[in-house]
């Protein structure tokens, strides 16, 4: 298998540097919606011209899907943001046909819970990679989250996303098409999981079957009266299992 | 300060604007609309440039601003980050009071930049111009269709920009004619038409967003509103509170005799009108 994942990095990157720039942006009163389509229209403005997903905004108590049922719950709303609430902003850019999904956590100003859940979720990314290369299984990389998070005194979101996924692979996609979506996913996103027999694409409690690829691994917590996530590129090759992130000044191809 | 045109690069194109008046003052940003360039406010930046911070941004794709190859970077949501961009640049730590003015064009920008300021913008001054949702839902007011008649020809595939291209001063003596604004009251520049050809890519960009505009109910501004409207204006059938109120409750309206160039044709009766807005309490 070969992918240039030169490609993935700068999409990642491109993604990140929107999140950030909105995330900057945003203010007392704003909604989930407005932020959302800030985000959309900041990608787009860098040359996006199609998504996986479209942009996602959680504030406060939905940043840890609290409360949330159906999958139309998790559309941006009208929820206003309010001073020292944590936000979330995710989104999926295809850039030049390279996939990424990023998540981006923050908040409007000091938010002292949110500090001590970046901590832990700080350790969990450095505890990762090695997991994907140990032999253990997806399933049992899948429960090792979910434990460790409940251990923290925590409750486990990533349990709320479709198929309850920690994350699932991404692929080079189409950019064609770019307005055939359905609640916020490009027609790609389907495409290219199912197209690739979509179980072995996602980490679900029940993967099976090797780990090697590009992953977007996306744990994601709940406290109180709010959430905090990271969703990054994970490659797992030859070389071993590595945050994609930590290879910005090289030169990539797998 | 002296006055100067600046250009920095936002969001990878260059962008310019117009930057005058006391440093130490509130910061005034004066955005212009179709076909013009900021001089059209002329008259507003010699007369509050000694107690104000005056910014005037070139509209994308007008002068020095460079054009953009996507339509969707001329809507209100992409013109609003970029505003967003310059605000940060001239007041980096946010702790000047900030007052929008927009006219025509730059009314639906400047609407779009008020949702996103919140209660950082102090107040709000609207000149013969409309949000993108008040135009939209005047769909059943046939005194604005009316007066509406040129947006077909703004959204037909290339002709706005290739007759804007060819004979972008005439564009713009066009339109003041049609406007009604007299030879002595226009804005004195060596090239009127450097706001014509690509700046007209604004329609269409906007006619993108309208779905959205009819079918959203935008939250209300929070900072206070003044509209001032020339009751001759051949573009735009006068406001109403109603449609107005939705996406501001503090507003007010003042209509005087004008038309659609009402901040040229009577400057000093707009002059006063902000003046007084400016300095009231609660808006200072």
């Known amino acids: 298998m070969k992918k240039d994942l030169q490609g993935f990095l700068e999409s990642q990157s491109l993604a990140e540097k929107g999140a950030r720039e909105v995330a900057g942006m945003v203010r007392e009163g704003w909604t989930e919606i407005q932020a959302a389509k800030l985000l959309s229209t900041c990608l787009k403005d860098y040359g996006v011209k199609s998504f996986f997903h479209d942009a996602f905004a959680w504030f406060g108590e939905r940043s840890g899907f609290i409360g949330m049922k159906t999958y139309g719950d998790f559309m941006p709303s009208k929820r206003v943001l309010r001073p020292g609430e944590v936000f979330i902003l995710d989104i999926a850019p295809i850039f030049h046909g390279f996939v990424s999904d990023i998540g981006y956590t923050t908040s409007l100003g000091p938010n002292e819970e949110l500090e001590k859940a970046k901590k832990f979720l700080a350790r969990i990314k450095k505890d990762l990679p090695p997991l994907f290369v140990s032999g253990k299984s997806g399933a049992a990389i899948w429960k090792w989250v979910d434990s460790e998070i409940q251990e923290a005194g925590f409750t486990n979101a990533y349990k709320k996303y479709p198929f309850s996924v920690l994350g699932h692979r991404i692929h080079q996609a189409s950019e064609k098409g770019s307005h055939l979506q359905v609640m916020r996913f490009g027609w790609q996103s389907l495409w290219t999981l199912v197209s690739r027999g979509l179980f072995p694409q996602l980490l679900t409690k029940r993967h099976e079957g090797e780990l090697s690829g590009v992953w977007a691994i996306e744990p994601h917590l709940a406290g109180k009266d709010f959430g905090a996530k990271f969703e990054e590129i994970l490659v797992v090759d030859k070389a071993g299992a590595y945050w994609l992130s930590e290879k910005k000044g090289e030169v990539l191809n797998a | ?284």
Request: glycine share 6%; net charge positive; proline share 9%.
């Open chain 2, 1 to 284: 300060m002296k006055e100067t045109v600046r250009t920095r690069r936002i969001r990878n194109l260059k962008t310019a604007w117009i930057e005058a008046g006391s440093e130490e003052g509130p910061i005034l940003l004066f955005l212009h609309g179709y076909p013009d360039l900021p001089e059209i406010w002329r008259n507003q930046i010699e007369h509050f440039k000694n107690r104000f911070h005056i910014i005037a941004p070139y509209t994308r794709g007008a002068g020095p601003s460079e054009p953009a190859s996507d339509i969707s970077r001329y809507g209100q949501n992409s013109v609003a980050l970029d505003l967003m961009h310059i605000l940060k640049s001239v007041n980096p730590e946010s702790k000047k009071r900030v007052y929008c003015i927009g006219h025509d064009l730059g009314a639906v920008q400047a609407w779009a930049l008020a949702a996103l300021l919140g209660k950082e913008l102090s107040g709000l001054v609207i000149i013969n111009g409309l949000s993108l949702t008040q135009m939209a839902r005047r769909w059943n007011r046939p005194e604005q269709w009316a007066r509406s008649w040129y947006i077909p020809i703004m959204l037909l595939p290339k002709v706005p920009e290739l007759v804007g291209k060819l004979l972008p001063n005439d564009i713009t003596a066009l339109a003041y004619r049609l406007g009604g604004l007299k030879k002595d009251f226009r804005p004195q520049v060596k090239s009127p038409g450097q706001g014509v050809a690509n700046p007209s890519k604004q329609y269409k960009a906007l006619a993108q967003s309208l779905p959205e505009a009819l079918t959203s109910s935008p939250s209300p501004i929070p900072c206070p509103l003044l509209v001032i409207f020339g009751n001759e204006d051949s573009f735009l059938a006068n406001p109403t509170l109603d449609e107005i109120e939705p996406e501001c409750p503090k507003a007010t309206i003042r209509i005087l005799k004008g038309n659609h160039w009402v901040h040229r044709e009577n400057p000093d009766e707009v002059n006063r009108l902000m003046d007084q807005f400016f300095t009231e309490p609660g808006n200072s």
